[in-house]
T-cell receptor
């Protein structure tokens, strides 16, 4: 079935550093891909999404491009802030077309 | 605006007791989902509702778990005879399209 694999954390960066969190997927067809973020003590929030190949999702300075050639949806941000410290989850729609399959999450800590 | 709400936010219970977790979806959202987040298993899908019917219960881990949705709105997830391995954060989400909006979760601790 459809699944995602994302890099293990934790990732620790200094403020203003460049961020990449890798995510690769295995899927039948081209399901929608998502990045969710979970800030400390809060629920999951949708950060960005892409619904078809070559789409780029972007929000709050974060970007991810749906690349079918490399079956990837890597999350990037040019300059991270302390407030970006959170756990980031890559996800895709399962074969069912409605349930989300999540990666294990990558914890990011940004230090001043 | 009102997002997805869940209650209680925390629940501590003793092994063997039954618990009910409640989810209030975003008004007008026809689809509702339950997921479980635990340290060992990550985020797992439990059940999906379209309106009041649940076409997919495949994620429920055992027959001790059940869920219902009434009036196309509020949903309750019931766990009977709780076990320690049921300890987790139970997340509810709702959607109108394929974009799911999550509630803050209920943290369940089974002693």
């Amino acid at each position: 079935g459809n699944s995602v694999t994302q890099m293990e954390g934790p990732v620790t960066l200094s403020e203003e550093a460049f961020l990449t969190i890798n995510c690769t997927y295995t899927a039948t067809g081209y399901p929608s891909l998502f990045w969710y973020v979970q800030y400390p003590g809060e629920g999951l929030q949708l950060l960005l999404k892409a619904t078809k190949a070559d789409d780029k999702g972007s929000n709050k300075g974060f970007e991810a491009t749906y690349r079918k050639e490399t079956t990837s949806f890597h999350l990037e941000k040019g300059s991270v802030q302390v407030s970006d410290s959170a756990v980031y989850f890559c996800a895709l729609l399962s074969n069912s077309g409605y349930a989300l399959n999540f990666g294990k999450g990558t914890s990011l800590l940004v230090t001043p | 605006g009102a997002g997805v709400s869940q209650s209680p936010s925390n629940k501590v219970t003793e092994k063997g007791k039954d618990v009910e977790l409640r989810c209030d979806p975003i008004s007008g959202h026809t689809a509702l989902y339950w997921y479980r987040q635990s340290l060992g298993q990550g985020l797992e899908f439990l059940i999906y509702f379209q309106g009041n019917s649940a076409p997919d219960k495949s994620g429920l881990p055992s027959d001790r778990f059940s869920a219902e949705r009434t009036g196309g709105s509020v949903s309750t997830l019931t766990i009977q005879r709780t076990q320690q391995e049921d300890s987790a954060v139970y997340l509810c989400a709702s959607s109108l399209t394929n974009e799911q909006f999550f509630g803050p979760g209920t943290r369940l601790t089974v002693l």
